[in-house]
């Protein structure tokens, strides 16, 4: 196969053109390192390489210039815009930067087209001020204020031009004006022999259009076009759109041929299309065409990655059959977590407030990485202790219990100017400098650290140059926007091994073999963009480019990929998302149904299979160890819910109760439901404990309903670690409990006011017994009562819940009495029963009645422990007998317990 630049080099010579002292001009400076090899192979004697330039290059150099970066243009921007506008007009930069960014692309596109300012900015502020036609004479002020910013913009365009004149310092616009400047000037009085050697080139904007029709006419210049000649002669395929376009336009052609070494498309083409659902899906099925590739075509077979974004995922699965591999694109530092954990840092310190930092920022910066180099272990403990302490805001004070002397407490500190925060970055930076160099294999950490200290370094300057930055969130914005400027380049071999690259990088080379993943709809070609204030209709009337054109620029890469390729194989993403993913790019549907190919073109979908994995229950085998710590639980007492999640699940007992494995609690922003549950209790604990062994008269509830709001604040406070007050959810569930309160103050008011005696025994009153369980020994049991109370002569013992809870949940079958210790539904019974239990050794009783009051459902009132009648529960007064049969079954689960031959058998939950 002779590659398009092979074939170049040989018209050249056969033209008697020195390829030696031409100027070449190419798509990419990747091109520019083939097109050197490919010099080499023709010149056997040591020679000075010709210059190869870029586009963008040529255009600086024949502009004598040096574009800069949009990003830096800005300030420059800004002072020009307020050369324009009155003080009192004048956007603050922050708002500035908000639109300026889109402004800037727009004038660079209209000055590499070429196109006149004024006629255009006249026919914008008119388009635009009919966009707001309006009957009414008096527009409303924001109206006023759009459609003077559009009149005045090609103010802003002149003064922006004037500073940069003045400042030396051009866009990539303006650079393209002033090529085309010097480009008619040169052609005048130019005597230069040497030829300027265009190739490869497609789209081309108006200025380089006029630029290199001046050279041809001229005679001083030769361009070669990489596409076929049969998508040439196709007047409707896309991908010689622009080509075919020039043919007909440019003068040069009506005497010349039009120079095109291509005609291979027809040839048979083994293409295959692969449907896989998926990312790493796509990458599996890369990975398995790359194992099959013969070692001695490596070198001619390329993997194009259309969205770039794979490319980490894709060097982790790159196969053994690879020895060498070379990875063309950069990978942009916005990809790497040291970028994230410096914006976390910004982030921070601009959306601190006077309660202090938000906690999950600095959960952020505490979990990363880095911190972990920064503080060592310290940076765990601090995520516990905030989480512990349920800190919602953080404060520089925060850790002083915990760490004194460190890194953190820089970052920490309060930041009052822009200044002092880029200092706090450059400071972070040095220390994780230090830190590094000091610790083995930590390359490509260094690397990183190299390429955002660039970063830093340039948002510095920026900062240091420009008075009006002053806002925290300038800076965060900055920082986002120089980050992915800046790619850390891979060291390799650019010539040698299997290739990786992006799609543009593709231009004027050859493969034999390609591999491209995510060729789908919406990345290949991208879409529409709407990144511009310049509607269709003006493109349309300016002849710049639409979506359309963008999507014939699409096309010409990938057509262009299999001119001289043998064995293609396209890669799609077959999974769809809510936005409607998962088509196959069109480009895959033309290769499908177009009548006049020849290739072999074959469709395949891949399903990875995942073993199904067999939930297998969990089987623990009691140990000694597992002895030893239930006899200290023996000891210290079995709680009902300590015996209840037994009944749930064995596997949660053994993990919470044996193991005394804790989840980590995340903190609580927002109250949650057992939190609620715990300042109910507390409240009303407090609400009536100073009328304990007292009859409950109509005047002791007007005491009490003034003590609600004062005793629910103090309740929250001890149960709900924050120093706010409740607000949003918080509030909310403040109301709520105070609703729940009120509720069962007036529930008991009621019955007070109907006649009832009604005598509060208690409230949170702890109750411990030890009872001799046969076979086992000594146990302890205990439990907290949320009230006992003695209503018309009647005991009550009484849960209360802050869930819903059913009769159901409280009777059971007084034939099936061993069901409180094998369905967890009945845990409630369980645990009234035990709480009477533990009461009768206490204080003996006749008879008493148990049950809980749910505030979910309170409209059900006190629901107590009964038996079941038919198809509902009636009430069951707890006598002699029912606590009899209930210690039996309490001595049954103890002996189970203990029971060396009964593993822990995990149930699902």
């Not at 966009?131 to 004479?137: F, R």
């Not at 840092?345 to 880095?370: C, P, R």
């Not at 591999?515 to 963009?529: H, Q, T, Y």
């Not at 177009?594 to 623990?620: G, R, T, W």
């Amino acid at each position: 196969m002779n590659s398009f630049l092979e074939k170049v080099l040989a018209d050249l010579e056969n033209n008697n053109i020195d390829v030696i002292t031409a100027t070449y001009v190419v798509p990419s400076r990747r091109v520019g390192i083939f097109l050197s090899r490919y010099l080499a192979q023709r010149i056997e004697q040591p020679v000075f390489l010709p210059k190869i330039y870029s586009v963008t290059e040529y255009i600086e150099q024949l502009g004598q210039v040096e574009i800069v970066n949009d990003l830096d243009l800005l300030p420059l921007f800004y002072k020009a815009y307020k050369s324009v506008e009155t003080e009192g007009n004048v956007d603050s930069f922050d708002e500035f930067i908000g639109w300026a960014t889109t402004i800037l692309k727009d004038f660079n596109e209209m000055d590499r087209y070429l196109v006149d300012p004024e006629q255009f900015f006249n026919y914008l502020g008119s388009v635009k001020e009919m966009d707001h036609w309006a009957l009414n004479q008096n527009p409303t002020l924001m109206v006023s204020k759009y459609l003077r910013f559009w009149k005045k913009l090609h103010l802003y365009y002149n003064a922006f031009q004037q500073l940069c004149l003045e400042n030396e310092t051009v866009y990539q616009g303006m650079a393209y004006r002033l090529a085309f400047a010097k480009a008619e000037q040169l052609s005048n009085n130019s005597t230069t022999k040497n030829k300027t050697i265009f190739l490869g080139l497609n789209a081309l904007n108006t200025a380089e259009s006029n630029i290199i029709q001046k050279l041809l006419e001229e005679d001083q210049a030769c361009i070669y076009w990489d596409i076929d000649q049969y998508l040439m002669e196709l007047p409707y395929h896309e991908s010689g759109k622009f080509i075919r376009k020039f043919k007909k336009d440019w003068k040069y052609y009506d005497k010349n041929e039009l120079k095109i070494y291509g005609n291979e498309y027809q040839s048979n083409k083994k293409i295959d299309i692969h449907g896989a659902a998926g990312n790493l899906s796509m990458i599996q099925v890369a990975v398995k065409l790359m194992e099959q590739i013969p070692q001695e075509e490596l070198e001619d077979t390329a993997i194009i990655l259309a969205d770039e974004r794979l490319l980490l995922p894709l060097l982790d699965a790159i196969p053994d059959n690879i020895a060498h591999f070379n990875v063309t694109m950069g990978l942009s530092l916005d990809q790497l977590p040291l970028s994230a954990f410096v914006y976390d840092i910004i982030k921070m310190h601009t959306e601190a407030t006077e309660d202090g930092y938000y906690y999950k920022g600095v959960v952020n910066i505490l979990e990363s990485s880095f911190a972990f180099v920064l503080i060592d272990s310290d940076s765990r403990k601090l995520v516990k202790y905030i989480k512990e302490n349920n800190l919602i805001y953080v404060t520089p004070s925060s850790f002083d219990e915990v760490i004194e002397g460190t890194i953190l407490n820089k970052i920490m500190a309060p930041i009052q100017n822009v200044g002092e925060l880029i200092k706090l970055i450059e400071n972070v930076l040095l220390e994780l400098k230090t830190k590094l160099l000091q610790e083995e294999n930590r390359r490509l950490e260094i690397e990183q650290l190299l390429g955002i200290t660039e970063v830093v370094q340039n948002l510095s300057t920026i900062v240091d140059n420009n008075e009006e930055i002053k806002d925290l969130k300038t800076v965060a914005y900055l920082y986002k926007q120089l980050v992915p400027l800046k790619n850390l380049d891979f060291i390799g071999e650019p010539v040698r091994g299997l290739q990786i690259m992006g799609l543009l990088e593709t231009r004027a080379l050859d493969y034999k073999n390609t591999i491209m993943l995510s060729v789908n709809e919406g990345i290949l070609p991208a879409g529409k963009s709407t990144a511009s204030y310049i509607s269709n209709d003006m493109k349309y009337q300016f002849a710049l480019p639409t979506y359309s054109e963008k999507d014939s620029v699409y096309a010409y890469h990938f057509y262009r990929l299999l001119h001289r390729v043998n064995h293609a194989a396209f890669i799609y993403n077959t999974e769809g998302d809510t936005l409607g993913g998962g088509e196959k790019s069109r480009f895959l549907t033309q290769l499908e149904t177009d009548p006049n190919s020849k290739h072999i073109v074959s469709h395949q979908h891949y399903i990875f299979k995942n073993s199904a994995v067999k939930e297998e229950l969990m089987v623990v085998e009691k140990e000694p160890s597992y002895f030893e710590r239930l006899q200290q639980i023996a000891s210290s007492g079995f709680s009902p819910s300590a015996l209840t999640s037994y009944v749930r699940n064995p596997i949660d007992f053994y993990a919470s109760k044996i193991l005394r494995i804790s989840q980590m609690e995340d903190v609580e922003e927002n109250i949650a439901a057992n939190t609620m549950g715990s300042i109910i209790h507390e409240a009303l604990d407090k609400l009536y404990q100073p009328y304990v062994n007292k009859i409950l008269i109509k005047e002791d509830f007007d005491k009490i309903k003034k003590q609600i709001k004062p005793e629910l604040d103090v309740a929250y406070q001890e149960c709900y670690k924050s120093d706010s007050t409740p607000l949003g959810k918080n509030k909310i569930i403040y109301e709520v409990s105070l609703h729940y309160i009120k509720m069962m103050v007036q529930s008991d008011l009621d019955l007070v006011a109907s006649g009832s005696e009604l005598i509060i025994k208690s409230v949170e009153r702890k109750l411990e017994a030890v009872i001799d369980v046969p076979e086992i020994g000594k146990v302890k049991i205990h439990g907290m009562v949320d009230r006992i109370d003695q209503l018309d002569g009647k005991l009550r013992i009484i849960d209360y819940k802050s869930g819903a809870t059913a009769k159901g949940n409280v009777g059971i079958d007084p034939e099936n009495f061993d069901i409180i210790i094998d369905d967890y539904g009945k845990a409630k019974a369980f645990q009234v029963l035990m709480y009477t239990y533990l009461y009768s050794h206490n204080e003996p009783f006749t008879e008493a009645s148990a049950g809980i009051i749910s505030f979910k459902n309170f409209d059900q009132g006190y629901i107590p422990f009964g038996f079941k009648a038919g198809r509902s529960y009636k009430e069951k007064m707890i006598d002699v007998a029912v606590l009899q049969d209930f210690e039996q079954v309490l001595f049954v689960l103890i002996k189970e317990l203990f029971n060396k031959n009964i593993p822990l058998t995990e149930k699902p939950v």
